[in-house]
């Protein structure tokens, strides 16, 4: 069996962008796994005494360890990094439609690349909504300390977003997603066309963070679902298949 390292949450519901790429990738390969809820603070002992591999380096130098993690009890296997996981998966249990198929592996990476180099401003409108709403007092503080001073937030009590500022933000939000848009031909169901990917679950994630932050019954989710001739509109309603939680 799979064990899955996800943060735990007040909604009791999973939220974070780079683990929902490892959960869909493992209900797509429909692999049993059980998920293990931790805090952020928790991260670096929990995974040091795992065994697992730190994925980047601080700014200080010092070792990043980061979630999603899997353990495989029946190989062994410690995975660290959701690209990693999604490559280990495909070997380890293959079938006949791959995450990562042969031969797309550089493209899929410049493509993720692509994403995250262009996710920063929803970061100014999500990360607040889960510290407030989502995530638990540890995962609270550790965001709040770590992650807001990015976003120029020193004070979260005090601080919000005007009208203006939020249609700013969502119009950079769209531009992201419309650049994805742009490359797609109109027929395309996924990025690889007829075929679902791994690179789609990289895009599907970003829209279960803004889910989670926003609230699947907001205005704000109703509008991005309808961008783009509701493209993410279809794609999310195809993956309900993909987003079971063991
Ligand atoms: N390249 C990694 C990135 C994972 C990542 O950055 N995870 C973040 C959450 S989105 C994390 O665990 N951060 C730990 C921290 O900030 O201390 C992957 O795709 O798995």
Avoid: C
Avoid at 46 to 68: C, H, N, V
Avoid at 78 to 94: C, G, H, N, R, V
């Amino acid at each position: 069996m799979i064990t899955l390292y996800d943060f735990d949450s007040k909604t009791k519901h999973p939220w974070n962008v780079s683990v929902w790429k490892a959960r869909y990738s493992l209900n797509f390969k429909k692999v049993p796994y059980k998920t293990i809820w931790i805090e952020y603070p928790d991260i670096e002992p929990t995974m040091k005494k795992l065994g697992a591999r730190p994925t980047s380096l601080r700014g200080d130098g010092s070792p990043m360890y980061t979630l999603p993690v899997i353990h495989d009890d029946s190989t062994g296997a410690i995975i660290s990094d959701s690209a990693l996981i999604a490559e280990y998966l495909d070997k380890t249990y293959p079938t006949s439609t791959e995450l990562i198929p042969r031969g797309t592996h550089t493209l899929q990476a410049a493509f993720r690349g692509l994403i995250e180099s262009k996710m920063f401003p929803l970061g100014l409108l999500v990360v607040p909504e889960l510290i407030r709403e989502v995530v638990n007092g540890p995962s609270a503080e550790y965001m709040t300390s770590h992650y807001l001073p990015k976003f120029g937030i020193s004070d979260l009590a005090t601080w919000t977003l005007s009208e203006e500022q939020r249609i700013a933000e969502w119009d950079k939000v769209k531009e992201l997603l419309g650049s994805v848009h742009v490359m797609m031909k109109a027929e395309d169901k996924w990025i690889m066309g007829d075929e679902i990917s791994f690179a789609d679950f990289a895009v599907a994630s970003v829209f279960e963070m803004i889910k989670a932050a926003v609230g699947k019954g907001s205005e704000d989710w109703k509008r991005v679902l309808s961008w783009h001739d509701g493209r993410w509109d279809r794609m999310m309603t195809e993956l309900e298949r993909y987003r079971a939680i063991y």
